[in-house]
């Protein structure tokens, strides 16, 4: 019996050794079939994935409803067991919490889209004013008696040859190309908009699906775990998953909720302060600002640029505010809903944005700090247990100078 259980893993270890070895050949120097793959089996559970990171963000929300709820109904019962009513109460919060979530972007639709466009329209009817304004500053700069316009006259006489061959040859073609793109691409835009509709409106019925069984879901997940590995190891996976849910939940939910009051904060001073595309500049900031430490310098500088297109002093106190603002939100708002810092250096941090982005674009920017803390505590927990293991301690100033530290002698090699 031990004999077959051992040539059992030998032949599931070969077995998975040459799936790894296909997928990585297939990955790096085919057609990527796998990757092919996988993105049509995301494009078609794209609902289901709609609904989990809905009810993910959510979960927190039912869960304090259900909470008032059932103190408000025991207490109107006398102080009586509401146990039977856990259905009813699960279905009252997740629709209470659903009607919450549609309500608030209703009146940020209403309140919101109207000075969106006008702003919007208002930018597109000036935009021959500002390409005028641009266009005299660089003319009376590159026509004045000045060193910056002599040194860029020398610049374009020394490479107009080369900048007009790059124009005709790559320019053009590229705006050729991509504006034939664009007049193609309405039809697929359009199209791609009513299907993430679709998408959009079977995830919020899979997420009340979720909701609903949430505690039922994790309990058969568990209980997979438990029946896969030993009662060690899938105790490790638990608490594992447990804290990749706690960094997760904290920075996620708390960076959107950070974003929206940054937004709204932006919109009360620019309306304030008589900012021209008060509502645009307020929607670019609150956006951009999910995106860690680089999100405030995507937000600000174009919306400054607007700004300084209409007057030069608003801009520079737009920027003022945008430093305030930011300040504030680092060291108040942020710290109080996110709950102190995610346990990463600012280094990694800036590590965690560039590869993220480098990978998943803006979403990998956003999602690109919890991954990291995420390796970096799992990372910390294998050291640590190691060196417990075989009684060293597991600060990392004590390892300094510990070479200097009487020890053993390495073994001497040359004899």
Do not use: H
């Amino acid at each position: 019996m031990e004999e077959r259980r051992r040539y059992w893993r030998l032949g599931l270890t070969i077995f998975l050794t040459a799936c790894a070895i296909l997928v990585f050949y297939d990955t790096f120097y085919m057609g990527g079939t796998l990757q092919s793959f996988t993105t049509k089996l995301v494009s078609v559970l794209a609902p289901v994935l709609y609904g989990f990171a809905m009810a993910y963000l959510l979960a927190p929300v039912v869960n304090w409803l259900e909470r008032l709820l059932r103190a408000a109904l025991k207490k109107l019962s006398g102080g009586k067991d509401v146990s039977r009513a856990d259905g009813w109460l699960r279905a009252a919060g997740i629709l209470l919490a659903w009607l919450f979530v549609l309500f608030l972007i209703y009146l940020l639709l209403v309140m919101l889209i109207p000075q969106l466009v006008e702003s919007i329209t208002t930018l597109i009817n000036n935009a021959e004013n500002y390409y005028n304004k641009i266009y005299d500053w660089a003319n009376g700069l590159l026509t004045g008696d000045t060193k910056v316009g002599k040194w860029a006259m020398e610049l374009i006489d020394r490479y107009y040859d080369n900048a007009l061959d790059f124009l005709e040859d790559r320019i053009l073609p590229w705006a050729q190309s991509l504006l034939t793109g664009l007049t193609g691409g309405i039809w697929s835009g359009i199209w791609g908009v009513v299907n993430f509709l679709k998408n959009l409106i079977i995830g919020i019925i899979v997420s009340v699906y979720m909701l609903a069984m949430k505690e039922r879901s994790g309990a058969r997940c568990a209980k997979v775990v438990y029946g896969v590995f030993s009662e060690e190891r899938a105790r490790w996976i638990i608490r594992a998953t447990r804290k990749v849910d706690q960094i997760f939940s904290g920075f996620v939910r708390g960076k959107l909720l950070d974003s929206l009051i940054i937004g709204i904060l932006c919109f009360i001073g620019c309306s304030i302060l008589q900012m021209p595309y008060t509502p645009l500049v307020s929607v670019f900031v609150g956006v951009t600002n999910i995106i860690p430490f680089f999100g405030p310098f995507i937000g600000a500088v174009p919306s400054a640029f607007l700004i300084l297109l209409v007057s030069p002093l608003k801009c520079l106190i737009f920027i003022i505010f945008t430093l305030v603002l930011q300040t504030l939100d680092g060291y108040v708002i942020g710290p109080r809903i996110l709950g102190g810092p995610t346990g990463i250096s600012s280094f990694w941090v800036v590590v965690a944005i560039l590869v993220g982005g480098g990978f998943g674009g803006l979403r990998g920017m956003f999602l690109g700090v919890p991954v990291c803390a995420c390796l970096q505590a799992l990372v910390r927990y294998l050291i640590n247990r190691r060196l417990t293991k075989r009684n060293m301690p597991t600060g990392a100033y004590n390892y300094v100078n510990r070479d200097k530290e009487p020890g053993p002698e390495p073994p001497d090699k040359t004899e």
